[in-house]
């Protein structure tokens, strides 16, 4: 009788930490219905206020193994991501199933049981670990480089990641699926939506004016990928429920019997789904070290604003904290602002290197710019002169091996004089090496 009583519409953790304080809470038939009057309501339910407490205790206590949890689940992750990459340089499609277990199987399985230790804010934060992975594991697993940028950059995000971590909310608070909804449902919370919507629309806008390959669609969309990934409140809310019904499987008012919690569940496998979709995308394009360090600090902005402001993590938190956690985040924007300008100046410089390093020009009025399609035929036309046979655009001649007729005269392209300073020395007559 009395375990039916306690379950009686309340959550199922507090119904157990209830029956273990029972005795202490009931003294006597005449007091049997204490537990239930006791209480505070929210939304027509009652949680009692010691078996609250009782459970945010535990919450302080247990908040560092949520972050070992998902330190476990970015590692996996890390490597499911970096398979994707590997599979998609070398064709070799085996590496895309190996990638996508360790990616959408054993990093979730990680991910949703240290959310059930911690806060949402602080797991979010501690998904700037995969920077820290990927920095360490991404030039020996894919040989790439490790510049000055993203040494900066990553540094900055973990730094960012970890002041976040320890300036986030420790507290946590159980609900009921009816209490979860009404929390998404607050006008603060569609104030975010709203924000988050407007901010996917600039990204796709920007997308459309973008070419394939470019370095600033390539953070694009990594960055609406993490921030849609980083929506992790129905992935908190949904991971609580889950626990709490599997501790109390038989409570009257067990989550598994209500169709918010199939709700919340199925909207976290979409939105994970669609942003994995998204990062395999941008990682067959770039580089690992640029698409996850983008997706990961975009990850960590999005899980630390939706923490705070659908799950209303903040409340009660003094203002020199809030301050501190703001300052973090503002830490990795720094991070990230330097691993992309980074990123685009070194891709400037590949397109520039790519670039024919030998442009014929012409000394007749009107000589194309070197670059355009009339300055390349004139240097296929010279180039047949020389050898007598047709050779590849861009070639130079060597020392003494034919003429330039027509007045055209040789040009080096400064990406050329950058790289090789030996291409300006000059033979003895006087065509450059």
């Not at 193994?65 to 064709?91: E, F, N, P, S, W």
């Not at 700037?128 to 995000?157: D, F, H, Q």
């Not at 300036?167 to 919370?189: C, D, I, K, M, N």
Request: glycine share 12%.
């Amino acid at each position: 009788a009395r375990r039916g009583l306690l379950c009686g519409g309340v959550p199922p953790g507090v119904c157990a930490s209830l029956r273990q304080s029972a005795p202490l809470v009931v003294s006597g038939a005449e007091n049997s219905f204490r537990p239930r009057i006791e209480c505070a309501a929210v939304g027509g339910l009652r949680h009692c206020a010691a078996a609250s407490s009782a459970s945010s205790r535990l919450s302080m206590q247990r908040w560092p193994i949520g972050l070992l949890l998902d330190a476990v689940a970015t590692l996996a992750g890390t490597g499911g991501k970096q398979l994707l990459r590997h599979a998609a340089l070398t064709g070799k499609h085996r590496y895309y199933a190996l990638g996508l277990i360790l990616t959408a199987v054993i990093d979730p399985i990680f991910d949703v049981a240290a959310y059930t230790y911690a806060a949402q804010s602080i797991i979010a934060a501690a998904a700037g670990l995969v920077v820290v992975w990927n920095v360490l594991l991404a030039p020996y697993t894919l040989g790439e480089a490790l510049t000055r940028e993203r040494k900066l950059g990553s540094a900055l995000i973990f730094a960012g990641t970890l002041l976040v971590g320890v300036s986030g909310s420790h507290a946590e608070v159980e609900r009921t699926p009816a209490q979860y909804l009404s929390l998404f449902a607050r006008p603060e919370a569609c104030a975010y939506y709203a924000s988050f919507a407007a901010w996917i629309a600039v990204c796709a806008a920007r997308l459309c004016r973008v070419g394939a390959g470019k370095v600033e669609r390539g953070f694009l969309v990594a960055a609406a990928a993490g921030s849609l990934g980083g929506n992790t409140f129905t992935t908190k809310a949904a991971s609580e429920l889950l626990a709490s019904g599997a501790a109390d499987p038989e409570c009257d008012g067990c989550p598994f019997r209500s169709p918010a919690f199939y709700l919340l569940a199925g909207c976290t496998a979409a939105t994970a789904s669609t942003a994995l979709l998204l990062l395999g995308l941008v990682l067959r394009e770039h580089d690992a070290l640029f698409a996850i360090t983008v997706y990961s600090g975009f990850y960590i902005l999005s899980g630390a604003l939706s923490g705070n402001f659908v799950m209303d993590e903040k409340r009660g938190r003094p203002a020199a904290s809030l301050a501190a956690y703001c300052a973090s985040v503002g830490v990795v924007l720094l991070g990230l602002a330097v691993l992309g300008l980074g990123e685009r100046g070194e891709g400037a410089g590949a397109a520039a290197a790519r670039r024919p390093s030998y442009e014929p020009l012409s000394d007749e009025a009107g000589a194309a710019e070197p670059g355009d399609a009339g300055a390349v035929r004139g240097g296929r036309a010279a180039q047949r002169e020389w050898s007598g046979a047709r050779q590849t655009a861009g070639s130079l001649p060597r020392s003494g091996e034919g003429h330039i007729s027509r007045g055209r005269t040789p040009k080096l392209h400064p990406a050329t004089v950058a790289a090789r300073p030996e291409a300006t020395i000059a033979h003895a007559d006087g065509w450059p090496s």
